[in-house]
T-cell receptor
Framework: AQSVTQLGSHVSVSEGALVLLRCNYS??????LFWYVQYPNQGLQLLLK??????LVKGINGFEAEFKKSETSFHLTKPSAHMSDAAEYFC???????????????FGQGTILTVHP | EPEVTQTPSHQVTQMGQEVILRCVPI?????FYWYRQILGQKVEFLVS????????KSEIFDDQFSVERPDGSNFTLKIRSTKLEDSAMYFC???????????FGQGTRLTVV
């Protein structure tokens, strides 16, 4: 079974400050890891993903995340927050599809990011 | 850019009624999913569909729920007899193959009264 824990249901930063959203996962097999963003009244949009290879992955809108196997973490960062980054962010884990797995996503509980002027 | 389309965006139904939520996945995608998000809670997996059959389902996906891909393009979720606790945002997602990211639709907000 897989699980995801996002530390902090709400994070508040000032515009221009560093954004750090924490995600820890549990998986019995090598995971695929994702960050999705949900703006108010909209669907889920993929920010970035880790499957294999380079552990630091870059996504859209200046976000990046680093896969740390030893810490079972996949924290999301952005050097300088912008007002438009205000949204809810979901970390998700999937095992590799194939065999008995069909690549379903298990989501964390979400972190609401507020950006103050 | 191709996208997953869901209709309607909002549906209100009376308890006990049947509802059908519709999704048009991206055309060359092979894996299809339904997820739901109860207000204030996490996004939860309901069911996956591959090769014209259910490949995996969660414990939420009981006999009240069914999925269908009737014509090779639409992917529907039917709730046979809705309950108040079925009120949620329902997301459809698709992916081209297993080892890629899923693309999500905008969601259908279902309100059961």
């Amino acid at each position: 079974a897989q699980s995801v824990t996002q530390l902090g249901s709400h994070v508040s930063v000032s515009e221009g400050a560093l954004v750090l959203l924490r995600c820890n996962y549990s998986s019995s097999v090598p995971p695929y890891l994702f960050w999705y963003v949900q703006y108010p009244n909209q669907g889920l949009q993929l920010l970035l993903k880790y499957t294999t290879g380079a552990t630091l992955v870059k996504g859209i809108n200046g976000f990046e995340a680093e896969f740390k196997k030893s810490e079972t973490s996949f924290h999301l960062t952005k050097p300088s927050a912008h007002m438009s980054d205000a949204a809810e962010y979901f970390c998700a884990v999937s095992d590799q599809a194939g065999g008995t797995s069909y690549g379903k996503l298990t989501f964390g509980q979400g972190t609401i990011l507020t950006v103050h002027p | 850019e191709p996208e997953v389309t869901q209709t309607p965006s909002h549906q209100v139904t009376q308890m006990g009624q049947e509802v059908i939520l519709r999704c048009v996945p991206i055309s060359n995608h092979l894996y299809f999913y339904w997820y739901r998000q109860i207000l204030g809670q996490k996004v939860e997996f309901l069911v996956s569909f591959y090769n014209n059959e259910i490949s995996e389902k969660s414990e939420i996906f009981d006999d009240q729920f069914s999925v269908e891909r009737p014509d090779g393009s639409n992917f529907t979720l039917k709730i046979r007899s809705t309950k108040l606790e079925d009120s949620a945002m329902y997301f459809c997602a698709s992916k081209i193959e297993g080892n890629t990211e899923a693309f999500f639709g905008q969601g259908t907000r279902l309100t059961v009264v």
